[in-house]
């Protein structure tokens, strides 16, 4: 008797273990995406099955989704009826399904393993639910490799449900803010372009030069999402410059001129008073040093190079390239070999030279794109095509070089570069 309640008790000490080790791996994930994948490879594991699937539950649609699955090609989402199958059957009835024999079981639907080739022999599916006791989703582990699944694995996969479904909740409930912030910050980023019509479209040209340099260095996601989300922004102090001054013609006084150099300043104020994310508190810094050199000798505050964030370096960047590249009313775009000389002679004294070098190495097809945001429908893919695998330095240096001497194939991307650049298309 003795031994069986020690037994017993290394039984549920093992099994708490196994719950601990599950809850501590899913706290590192927000991300939905990541946390179903840690979700279903950790319980295909505990449980010692070939596969596991979350199926979350779509109440406006009524349907059964996943957004990733073992075994199945990422990216692809699977979606159903939210009443059908056996998946359906459990999000339907709450029902705890432990079928020995998939295919004696009527309500298993064959078809997906016939478009697989995958053979499903067992089964166990349970609903998951939120802490009101409603069910948000569905758990359906595939072939277990020793056998059926026994009351054993009912028992641990329900507490690990009620794990997960806390993690799901906390998950979605951390997109549904992403979703929030993106839309807060992109309705100031347009509202700013609305007022500012010579410029429209230049915080959105910035945060795509900016995020595409951040791909191109290699940078992790969170660093890409500060400067996203500064770029977007960057320019949010000039709500705070008047229009008399904003959309003068003529030349400015020295008053009016301190009043626009303001502007960093000012976005700076805006932006520390919105509560960002904290993975996100660099976002007014890097917004705000957008005019700083790395010389010293920019503004607002006449920070050097190791006082500027990379972000605020990278921004610099795009925010020239793009305010010379960009038409106006007064004058069209300026040649392309123009404006990189001049970012040339200004790289080690405004820009950043690293920031620089990557840039030369953006794909040109990407840089067009850019360009022709605004046109972006207009684009031939066909014709662009061959520009995905030149970077934007070979435009610069074909630019400078003798016409004469070009080759057939050369003259041709010229051509058509050109015929983008000046939107003869």
Same mark, same amino acid.
């Given at each position: ?164 479904? $806390? ?6 409930l951390y997109e549904e803010q992403v979703e929030s912030l993106?839309?807060?910050?992109? $309705? ?22 900016? $995020? ?36 003068k013609a003529g030349k400015l006084t020295d008053e009016e ?23 996100? !508190? ?14 010293? !000798? ?79 429908? !207009? ?6 095509? &061959?520009?995905?695998?030149? &970077? ?22 010229? !051509? ?10």
């Amino acid at each position: 008797m003795e031994t069986q309640e020690i037994q017993r008790l290394k039984s549920e000490n093992e099994r708490l273990q196994v719950l601990l080790h599950f809850a501590q791996n899913l706290q590192a994930q927000l991300e939905l995406d990541k946390l179903l994948y840690t979700t279903m490879e950790e319980v295909a594991r505990i449980l010692n099955a070939d596969r596991c699937t979350v199926f979350l539950l779509d109440e406006e649609k009524q349907e059964l989704w996943s957004l990733v699955a073992m075994g199945i090609e990422k990216g692809k989402e699977i979606r159903f009826p939210a009443d059908k199958g056996i998946a359906g059957h459990v999000a339907m009835t709450g029902e705890i399904l432990n079928i020995p024999d998939a295919y004696r079981d009527s309500r298993f639907n064959p078809e997906i393993d016939r478009k697989t080739g995958y053979r499903t022999r067992n089964m166990l599916t349970m609903p998951m639910s939120d802490k009101n006791e409603a069910i948000i989703g569905v758990f359906q582990v595939l072939n277990k490799e020793d056998g059926a699944f026994s009351h054993e694995d009912e028992e641990l996969l329900s507490a690990i449900s009620k794990i997960a479904a $806390t993690a799901i909740e906390n998950s979605l409930l951390y997109e549904e803010q992403v979703e929030s912030l993106n839309s807060f910050v992109e $309705t100031l980023s347009a509202t700013l372009d609305t007022r500012d019509y010579i410029t429209a479209g230049h915080s959105q040209r910035v945060t795509l030069y900016a $995020t595409t340099i951040c791909q191109q260095m290699k940078m992790d996601k969170d660093c890409c999402e500060q400067i996203r989300y500064a770029g977007l922004l960057h320019d949010i102090g000039k709500l705070g410059v008047p229009e008399s001054v904003l959309f003068k013609a003529g030349k400015l006084t020295d008053e009016e001129y301190a009043v626009i150099k303001n502007h960093p300043a000012v976005t700076r104020q805006i932006l520390e008073s919105i509560h960002f994310p904290r993975k996100l !508190k660099l976002v007014p810094d890097i917004a705000s040093t957008h005019h700083e050199k790395i010389n010293g !000798k920019g503004y607002p505050d006449g920070l050097t190079i190791d006082q500027i964030p990379l972000g605020g370096r990278v921004l610099a960047l795009a925010d020239v390239f793009d305010a010379l590249t960009s038409r106006r009313q007064y004058r069209d775009r300026e040649p392309i070999e123009k404006v990189w000389s001049i970012i040339e002679k200004d790289a080690g004294e405004t820009f950043d030279g690293k920031v620089v070098d990557v840039f030369l190495k953006i794909p040109l097809k990407r840089i067009i794109e850019i360009l022709e945001y605004d046109q972006r429908e !207009k684009l031939n893919p066909e014709e662009l095509a &061959p520009f995905k695998y030149l &970077p934007f330095q070979w435009i610069i240096e074909i630019k400078r070089k003798d016409p004469e001497t070009l080759t057939e194939d050369e003259q041709s991307l010229l !051509k058509t570069f050109d015929r983008y650049y000046w939107r003869q298309y």
